[in-house]
C-alpha cells in the first residue's frame, strides 16, 4: 500500500516562505512523476508544480519564478520550496506520485498565507 505522507504546511505572512515536504512509503518503484496541486475553498483542484525522473518540470505559471520543486528519486520523496507567498497561495497543497498507470495522493496540509 503506497502512502504519501505531505508535512510543512502552515500560516505564514504575505512575503514570506513555506517549504513542503512529502514522504512515502510502500512502493516498490520508483515514481515516474512527482507533483503538487493545490485546493483553494469553492476552487478545483489544480496543478503546482511536477517533477520527473529524468529532471523534466513543470510548473503553473502563478508560482513560476517563486515555487522551486526538487525530488530524491532514490528515495521517492519531495520538496516544495514556496518564495515570496501571495494570499492566492491560500490553499490545502497535495502531494501527487505516480508509476504506470497508477497514483496516489497524499491528505494534504494547509497552507495559509495572511497578514
Known amino acids: 500500500q503506497v502512502q504519501l505522507v505531505e508535512s510543512g504546511g502552515g500560516l505564514v505572512q504575505p512575503g514570506g516562505s513555506l517549504r513542503l515536504s512529502c514522504t512515502s512509503s510502500?512502493?516498490?518503484?520508483?515514481?515516474?512523476?512527482m507533483g503538487w496541486y493545490r485546493q483553494a475553498p469553492g476552487k478545483q483542484r489544480e496543478l503546482v508544480a511536477t517533477?520527473?525522473?529524468?529532471?523534466?518540470?513543470n510548473y503553473a505559471d502563478s508560482v513560476k519564478g517563486r515555487f522551486t520543486i526538487s525530488r530524491d528519486n532514490a528515495k521517492n520523496t519531495m520538496d516544495l520550496q514556496m518564495n515570496s507567498l501571495k494570499p492566492e497561495d491560500t490553499a490545502v497543497y497535495y502531494c501527487?506520485?505516480?508509476?504506470?498507470?497508477?497514483?496516489?495522493w497524499g491528505q494534504g496540509t494547509q497552507v495559509t498565507v495572511s497578514s
Open positions: 501527487y506520485a505516480r508509476v504506470g498507470p497508477y497514483d496516489w
Open positions: 510502500g512502493s516498490r518503484f520508483i515514481f515516474s512523476v
Open positions: 517533477l520527473t525522473t529524468s529532471g523534466s518540470t
